[in-house]
């Protein structure tokens, strides 16, 4: 199994251009999430899905869409990118035991986004 | 009342030697308390993890200590070996009916752990 495959790797963009990172699973999991990581402050949270169909914010929304047509497939845009979206984005993905989210991301290996 | 803090920022220890790593937290509704270990270049993975049920947790050379009153844990790795050399992070969530807040983690700054030969 591939896991949790995020594209691209690496991304240079200008100041207000717009640009989607593509994230997909394949372990079925209904979970999925975008998180960003910036050195020293851990990894935030973007916005996160339980399910096809339906998607909700996460501590640093702004300036982000989401969509989750799929199960597999959970795509990030960035729409007008500015300086303080340079970052890694992560995606990452949980099951569910029982019905319950069992906690345990699995995570891509990362985009790395630079906005200049 | 949502922020993970952690500490140090980093650690050097020797091979052989014990890794120290505290966590704090404020929101008292967490109940899901994991480790993520990340190497360069790759997305965090989970280590190891904790409810607020049991005091202490291990597996293998990683401890988990969990101290609820005081809103504190802590990871410890015995025996520290070059290949742990990583970015550790702590985290927590929960406090939501239902289960489905566990994934949504709340990190830690993350602590830089080198271990020399």
């Known amino acids: 199994n591939a896991g949790v495959t995020q594209t691209p790797k690496f991304r240079i963009l200008k100041i207000g251009q717009s640009m989607t990172l593509q994230c997909t699973q394949d372990m079925n999991h209904n979970y999925m999430y975008w998180y960003r990581q910036d050195p020293g402050m851990g990894l935030k949270l973007i916005y996160y899905s339980v399910g096809a169909g339906i998607t909700d914010k996460g501590e640093v929304p702004n300036g982000y869409n989401v969509s989750r047509s799929t199960t597999e497939d959970f795509p990030l845009r960035l729409e007008l990118a500015a300086p303080s979206q340079t970052s890694v984005y992560f995606c990452?993905?949980?099951?569910?035991?029982?019905?319950?989210?069992?906690?345990?991301?699995?995570f891509g290996e990362g985009s790395r986004l630079t906005v200049l | 009342q949502q922020q993970v803090k952690q500490s140090p920022q980093s650690l050097i220890v020797q091979k052989g030697g014990i890794s120290i790593i505290n966590c704090a937290y404020e929101?008292?509704?967490?109940?899901?308390f994991p480790w993520y270990q990340q190497f360069p270049g790759k997305g965090p993975a989970l280590l190891i993890a904790?409810?607020?049920?049991?005091s202490e947790k291990k597996e293998g050379r990683f401890t988990i200590s969990f101290n609820k009153s005081a809103k504190q844990f802590s990871l410890h790795i015995m025996d520290s070996q070059p290949g742990d050399s990583a970015t550790y992070f702590c985290?927590?969530?929960?406090?939501?009916?239902?289960?489905?807040?566990?994934?949504?983690?709340?990190f830690g700054q993350g602590t830089i752990l080198t271990v020399h030969p």
């Open positions: 990452a993905s949980s099951s569910t035991s029982g019905g319950r989210n069992t906690g345990e991301l699995f």
């Open positions: 985290a927590a969530s929960g406090g939501y009916a239902g289960g489905t807040s566990y994934g949504k983690l709340t």
């Open positions: 929101n008292t509704a967490f109940d899901y």
């Open positions: 904790i409810r607020p049920d049991v």
